[in-house]
C-alpha cells in the first residue's frame, strides 16, 4: 500500500522503528529529480532519507491502528505454536528476516517466540538482543497506535510474558 506522508507523520521504518517524517526533499540524483522523506528515527534520532519511489520496496509504512494493535496483543497470547526444532543459527535469521520484514505481525512473533523460549532455555547473546529488539520495536510502535505511553505497554507486555526481565 502505498501512502503519502506528510510532514509530522509518524512512519514505521523496517528495522529501525517508529520514524517521524522531518522533511520533504527533491535532490538530484545523476541527472534525474527525487523526491525524498526525511525520517527521524524516534528512539535513536538517526536521520533516514527514502525516496517517495521507494516506499514500498523497503517497507516504509503508516504506524498500525488502535484496531491493529488489539491483532498484536492477540499474537502475543498464542500460545498455540509449534515447536521450532531448527539449529538455533536457521532460527536467528528465520528472526532477523521477519524484523526486516516491518511486518507488525511478524515482529510480535518473534517477541512471542523468543519470550516464551526463555522460560524453556537460556537464549544466546544474539537472541537476546533480537528479543530485546523486537520488544523495543513493539512497545514504541503500540504506545503511538494506543495513544498512551510506553510504561503501560510494557506493563501489558510483562501480564502476558510475564515479569522476568530482558537482561541488559
Not at 27 to 38: A, H, K, L, P, T
Not at 52 to 80: C, H, Q, T
Not at 131 to 156: Q, W
Request: hydrophobic residues 40%; glycine residues 6%; negative net charge.
Amino acid at each position: 500500500m502505498h501512502h503519502n506522508f506528510r510532514i509530522g507523520d509518524k512512519a514505521v521504518y523496517p528495522a529501525q522503528g517508529v520514524t517521524e517524517v522531518t522533511g520533504i526533499e527533491t535532490r538530484d540524483i545523476c541527472g534525474n529529480q527525487e523526491i525524498f522523506y526525511v525520517l527521524r528515527v524516534l528512539d535513536s534520532e538517526k536521520k533516514i532519507m527514502v525516496p517517495v519511489s521507494k516506499v514500498g520496496s523497503v517497507g516504509l509504512r503508516e504506524v498500525m491502528s488502535a484496531g491493529e494493535a488489539n491483532g498484536v496483543y492477540n499474537v502475543l497470547r498464542d500460545r498455540d505454536r509449534p515447536i521450532d526444532t531448527q539449529t538455533w543459527n536457521r532460527r536467528f535469521r528465520k528472526y532477523v528476516e521477519k524484523i526486516k520484514s516491518g511486518a507488525v505481525a511478524d515482529v510480535a512473533e518473534v517477541l512471542r517466540d523468543l519470550s516464551l523460549a526463555r522460560h524453556e532455555k537460556p537464549l544466546s547473546c544474539r537472541e537476546r538482543e533480537m528479543l530485546e529488539l523486537a520488544r523495543r520495536l513493539l512497545v514504541k510502535e503500540l504506545s503511538i497506535a494506543e495513544n498512551s505511553d510506553e510504561e503501560n505497554v510494557e506493563g501489558k507486555l510483562t501480564d502476558i510474558f510475564g515479569a522476568d526481565p530482558i537482561p541488559a
